[in-house]
Each structure stands twice: as C-alpha cells, then as structure tokens.
C-alpha cells in the first residue's frame, strides 16, 4: 500500500546540484523515518542520508556526503528531499528513497527499512 515515488535525478557535471524529491503516499507519512539510499554498479547500498520523523526533524548524513548534501522532510506534502551540492563522479549511483520504522529518534538503519522507492539515476561527470 505504501509508495514511494522519486523524482529529479538526472546528469549533471562535477560541481554540480541536483535536488530528489520523494513523495510518499498511502500511509501515514509522520510515523516514518525517511532516507535516502544509493547504490554503485557492484557495490553495497550505501545510507546517504536520513530524517526522524517530523519536518525538521534531527538530520543524519553518511560521511561522504556530509556538508554537501542536505536532506529535508515536508510533512504537509508527505515528501522527502535531497538537496545535492558539489557532485562529485563518485556520486554516481542509483539513489533510493526509504521509508522506515525503526527509533523514532535515530538514523534510518538500512536493516530498518519497510519501503523502498525504485529508485532515480543520479550520473555525475567530470
């Protein structure tokens, strides 16, 4: 019943922005952590970034995006963010949207996650 629908990626050259959004619906959207996942051909999924559960909520970032990404939640739109600054090649991934309902009050552990976007190309060139 839950969906998750990204949108905004895209290509884009090192040095470069690219805000994802994410649109939840068919549950309640407030009593969920949400995140953002991507994955590299031949590599793990990778946690990027992640909210609790209300807008403005505590912020949780992954070590190498950290001070160029920022991840924002509207809970009136049911919608989750990702502002993307300062691309770098190694950004280059499948990015994922996640739904999750683990600790109200930490990061989005990706063994924690109930719902999963399909998922938006991010492909960033130097």
């Known amino acids: 019943q839950v969906q998750l629908e990204e949108s905004g990626g895209g290509f884009v050259q090192a040095g470069g922005s690219l805000r994802l959004s994410c649109t939840f619906s068919?549950?309640?959207?407030?009593?969920?952590?949400m995140g953002w996942f991507r994955q590299a051909p031949g590599k793990d999924r990778e946690f990027v970034a992640s909210?609790?559960?209300?807008?403005?909520?505590?912020?949780y970032y992954g070590d190498s995006v950290k001070g160029r990404f920022t991840i924002s939640r509207d809970n009136a739109k049911a919608t989750v963010y990702l502002q993307m600054n300062s691309l770098k090649p190694e950004d280059t991934a499948v990015y994922y949207c996640?739904?999750?309902?683990?600790?109200?009050?930490?990061?989005?552990?990706?063994?924690?996650?109930?719902?999963w976007g399909q998922g938006t190309q991010v492909t960033v060139s130097s």
């Open positions: 909210t609790t559960r209300r807008s403005g909520g505590t912020l």
């Open positions: 996640a739904a999750g309902a683990g600790s109200p009050f930490s990061v989005l552990d990706k063994s924690s996650v109930k719902y």
């Open positions: 068919g549950g309640t959207f407030g009593s969920y952590q």
